[in-house]
């Protein structure tokens, strides 16, 4: 992969814009790159640490955030002359931020989604082929294997989270020359297994619960992103368990270790593997792929 440096975009002037009455939206770019999002996720950070009244939501998005408001509380004029006093001060260069690096097991080619992709072929792309296929051949590697190993080779940083609740979009930490894209399907599906791995556009998911989605399928994880009952021990403080600026390191497993991790996940006494760490943006944008491997190196 070599010492490639990914060079920061330059952003335009944000945009800011009231959302009705009680919501201010942000958009720091109209395309999503790496400086964008973490320009947008530092500057949410920011708003929860000052801890500002009348603030009832902070949602930070790909290339934008949004902010819902008490306006009764709080003046949305107000809450927009603070944020720009905030996006001046941050400099990506000095910025950093914790984080988890967290392990994600997935059993690549499994039976529940590679049924499911079967049943709905006729919207897909190419019906000829599995998601898997169409992917390899339209990234350019001659094999799935090598197609799976550029998937797993970087880790995913979760740039936000939504669609359903708990849903994590994650974009690989790779200079764009680097960058896996599929598009989504012709039409969506109307069933995707829950805990399913996707990819679609450049970004990768995973599907909390069963439903509708268009992503083209991989795989899927035994453990869980969203517990609504909160049993698991990693779900005592919410329900979702990623976290925009979590980065992800997709693991290859085989059917043997995802029954053995599901009978924990069920019994209710499975823990992820994670290691906490600050990220920095610059050690990122200067050596990613060196930086990747010290970020994973902690996990077991």
Known sequence: ??????????????????????????????????????????ITQQVAERDIDGIVENCPANASYMLRIDPEVIHPDDLIAELKEIEAEIDLEDYEWE???????????DPWTHETLMEFRERHQDPDSTDLEYSAQLN??????????????APHMVTMVGFVPGLPWCFQMVPRSQQLEVPKYVEPRTDTPSRAVGFGGAFS????????????????????????????????DSMVFPNPGDILNYRR????????????????????????????????????????????????
Do not use: C, W
């Open 1 to 42: 992969m070599g010492n490639e440096r990914i060079t920061p975009v330059d952003l335009p002037e944000p945009r800011y814009e009231y959302g009705a009455d009680d919501h201010v939206f942000v958009e720091l770019a109209e395309e999503m790159s790496f400086k964008a999002n973490f320009k947008a996720m530092a």
């Open 99 to 109: 984080t988890r690096v967290i392990d994600i097991p997935v059993l690549f080619e």
């Open 140 to 153: 350019g590697y001659d094999s799935v294997d090598a197609f799976l190993e550029a998937f797993v080779g």
């Open 205 to 236: 998911v995973i599907y909390p619960v069963q439903g509708a989605g268009g992503y083209q399928l991989y795989g899927r994880t035994p453990i869980e992103v969203l517990d609504t009952e909160q049993i698991l021990p990693d779900f005592r």
């Open 253 to 300: 497993i085989d059917r043997e270790e995802y029954d053995e991790i599901r009978k924990t996940v069920e019994a209710g006494t499975y823990e992820y593997d994670y290691e906490e760490v600050n990220f920095s943006p610059e050690d990122f944008f200067e050596s990613p792929f060196e930086y990747n491997e010290q970020l994973v190196e902690g996990l077991e």
